[in-house]
């Protein structure tokens, strides 16, 4: 694996400026959470720093590594290019960065839809890139203070933030979102 120094190199050079900001961003707020939910701060970090390793990618240069590594899109993905960077993350981390932490390529892999059963990694990705600091949002400053008083309220409360926006939007929404909201709701104690 590169060291996060590398890493962060081979990001400035291949992400946007305003992303590669971005992505510091939710390494930051990543290791902040980790280190709440006695989660490894360094995974979190590395997560945070290699979740949008492939969001400057071009759709062809996705849907080639999508049909070279044999994944299968649901009709859903296959529709919406917008999940595709997600969907290829870890492999691009894998590639570029030589992340080969199981844990880590999972919370990468799954950050914008989140899915059933995640890890606290996972879900400490998956939120840190919704509120990380440059994120500007009606409500994004009490979805802070939710996450950091309780993680799992937190990620409920996105799922549920992103689903309203998604319907506002009249956008597709991937089952993977629906099915992680579900999953809390069966499963945690986010209604109390």
């Known amino acids: 694996m590169l060291s996060i120094e590398e890493m962060k190199i081979y990001l400035k050079e291949n992400l946007m400026e305003k992303r590669y900001i971005h992505t510091l961003g939710v390494a930051e707020t990543a290791k902040k959470l980790a280190k709440l ?24 240069k996705m849907k080639n590594i999508i049909e070279q590594n044999g994944i299968i899109l649901s009709k859903i993905e296959e529709n919406n290019p917008s999940l595709w960077h997600s969907i290829i993350a870890h492999i691009e981390a894998k590639d570029k960065l030589k992340i080969e932490d199981e844990e880590i390529l999972d919370a990468i892999r799954w950050h914008t839809t989140g899915k059933e059963n995640m890890s606290t990694l996972t879900k400490i990705i998956y939120i840190a890139d919704m509120i ?25 409360a996105g799922l549920n933030g992103s689903l309203k926006v998604l319907l506002v939007s009249n956008l597709l929404i991937d089952d993977n979102t629906i099915k992680a909201r579900n999953y809390f709701l069966f499963n945690s104690n986010v209604k109390a």
């Open 37 to 60: 939910n006695g989660v490894s701060e360094e995974k979190a970090e590395i997560a945070g720093l290699a979740h949008d390793v492939a969001k400057n990618l071009s759709i062809e």
């Open 132 to 156: 990380e600091p440059g994120r500007k949002f009606e409500g994004v400053e009490e979805l802070r203070k939710v996450t950091f008083e309780d993680l799992d309220k937190g990620v409920y």
